[in-house]
């Protein structure tokens, strides 16, 4: 493949990205070596990515949380977001994440194993709808 051809399709590929995505793919090329590592290190702290997903009646959210950080966790939700507090360094800071869907507000429930807080959401059934009757003309 010739240079310009390369570079067209690289141009292709990072349009494709969103720039939230773009600034990830950035981040990640450019952090190499101790003193950036210890950098991301404390921003990973004050900003942990939680994998988020849903299935046909649960939404799991589940954390990266060190075991000694567990006493201090408060966590909350409402029907889209998750808020966690108390966390080092900055135990006064929420950090608040949008679920995928609506979920209800009971019956939730964590578990934490191996370094991971993973907690479970009891989705709103879609099924609220109402009929909508239509006049004959």
């Known amino acids: 493949m010739n240079q310009s051809g390369l570079e067209k399709q690289m141009e292709q590929l990072l349009s494709m990205l969103s ?5 990830n793919l ?14 991301r290190d404390e921003e990973s702290r004050s900003s942990i990515q939680p994998a988020i997903f849903e299935t046909h009646d649960y939404v799991f959210v589940r954390l990266p949380i060190k075991e000694e950080e567990l006493p201090s966790l408060k966590l909350y939700h409402t029907n889209n977001r998750v808020i966690l507090s108390g966390l080092p360094p900055n135990t006064e800071e929420s950090l608040t994440y949008p679920l995928p869907c609506l979920v209800k507000k009971k019956g939730a429930k964590s578990s934490y194993k191996d370094g991971i807080l993973e907690i479970i959401l009891f989705k709103i059934p879609d099924s609220q709808y109402s009929e909508i009757s239509v006049p004959e003309w």
């Open 19 to 23: 720039p939230e995505q773009f600034g």
């Open 26 to 39: 950035m981040k990640q090329g450019l952090s190499s070596g101790t003193a950036q590592e210890a950098d």
